[in-house]
């Protein structure tokens, strides 16, 4: 277990360091190459770990209130799923990050959030855990991911079987 993880955080930190999991936000273009290439990785990170789904969740700006505040959410942005793992649903679209606040609290003060047993999601991100529950995921490790200046989203790999385990 703890050579995987170290295997798993060096290749996070190498990748997260060569700007790959980087989301710019500036031209099309460059937007629409890093979709492909977060998807190649995402693929290969899968492989690498023994992951059955890696998902990508990226923060935005939903909208403000009347104040101009903006309102803080994140939705799924990409994600890959092995053979027998239905894709998530519709239902990872601009969800509020203060509908979740212990479960972004434990991504941002621990960057590696490691949930050992999916049932921990149960009272934190409800919706999360009946998705995992029902593909049969037990196990999910979420990494807070880099950009430039600040967080840009979080990394979810899920397991079917214990870490390291085929």
Do not use: Q
Request: net charge negative; aromatic share 12%; proline share 3%.
């Amino acid at each position: 277990m703890i050579k995987f993880a170290s295997k798993f955080l060096d290749y996070v930190a190498k990748n997260a360091a060569n700007g790959k999991f980087h989301l710019p936000s500036s031209a099309r273009k460059i937007r629409k190459d890093s979709v492909f290439k977060v998807g190649r990785i995402l693929t290969e990170l899968m492989h690498k770990t023994w992951a059955d789904r890696v998902a990508l969740f990226e923060y935005h700006n939903g909208g403000y209130n009347l104040t101009g505040m903006p309102f803080l959410h994140f939705s799924l942005a990409a994600a890959r799923n092995n053979l027998g793992v239905d894709d998530l649903s519709k239902d990872f679209d601009d969800i509020l990050v203060s509908s979740v606040p212990e479960f972004i609290r434990e991504i941002d003060i621990n960057d590696i959030y490691h949930v050992k047993d999916i049932k921990e999601l149960e009272a934190s991100f409800p919706r999360l855990y009946r998705e995992l529950s029902e593909d049969e995921l037990t196990e999910a490790v979420f990494c807070s991911i880099e950009g430039v200046d600040d967080e840009v989203g979080f990394l979810m790999l899920a397991f079917k079987n214990p870490i390291g385990v085929r």
